[in-house]
């Protein structure tokens, strides 16, 4: 069966650092998304991401964050000058058409810890 | 912005047992779903409701879209110890947006 998968799963950085978060989504996908977790809270959207564009951002997804669809397969998530209260775990999901369907699958995550 | 209550926040039930859960928000939702999150794993989509008042089943789990369009319930029949982990609601607000809001999650712990 699909599935997105996402690389690394464990990223460690110290404070102002730029990391790279790597996703592959599902191939036949159209939308993409980042959510991330802190720990013990509830799911919370990044961004998500359509024709090559931004669709839609939250509040948290300042300008220190960046993604990118470098190619065919690939969903990156930047972060330019990473903070302490960046650390988390950090979802990729993808969905088909919107209005076809609005299941998204998610990743199984990769846990930033910033130091 | 939107928010999902979800009820109870945590169980401890017997093996075999039942369990049953809801999630409820202050304004109406078009598509319920449900995912569970175990510990270190991304969440995976159990199951989707797209009508009000739609019953769907996957396997021993049971989810209902309220009428009101405001709550959803998840079931879980005959809980084996696989089904310990978090479960979380979620739904996209109405007028097409696409992020997912998600509720406050129902963490299941089984007893054997």
């Known amino acids: 069966e699909p599935e997105v998968t996402q690389t690394p799963s464990h990223q460690v950085t110290q404070m102002g650092q730029e990391v790279i978060l790597r996703c592959v989504p599902i191939s036949n996908h159209l939308y993409f998304y980042w959510y991330r977790q802190i720990l013990g809270q509830k799911v919370e959207f990044l961004v998500s991401f359509y024709n090559n564009e931004i669709s839609e951002k939250s509040e948290i997804f300042d300008d220190q964050f960046s993604v990118e669809r470098p190619d065919g397969s690939n969903f990156t998530l930047k972060i330019r000058s990473t903070k302490l209260e960046d650390s988390a775990m950090y979802f990729c999901?993808?969905?088909?058409?919107?209005?076809?369907?609005?299941?998204?699958?998610f990743g199984p995550g990769t846990r930033l810890t910033v130091t | 912005g939107q928010q999902l209550n979800q009820s109870p926040q945590s169980m401890f039930i017997q093996e075999g047992e039942d369990v049953s859960m809801n999630c409820t928000s202050s304004?109406?939702?078009?598509?319920w779903l449900w995912y569970k999150q175990e510990p270190g794993e991304g969440p995976v989509l159990l199951i989707a409701l797209y009508k009000a008042g739609e019953l769907t089943s996957n396997g021993r789990l049971t989810a209902q879209f309220g009428i009101t369009r405001k709550d959803s319930f998840l079931n879980i029949s005959a809980s084996i110890p696989s089904d310990v982990g978090i479960y979380f609601c979620?739904?996209?607000?109405?007028?097409?947006?696409?992020?997912?809001?998600f509720g406050t999650g129902t963490r299941l712990t089984i007893i054997p």
């Open positions: 304004s109406i939702f078009n598509t």
């Open positions: 979620a739904g996209p607000p109405p007028f097409g947006n696409e992020k997912l809001t």
């Open positions: 999901a993808s969905s088909e058409e919107l209005g076809l369907s609005y299941e998204q699958y």
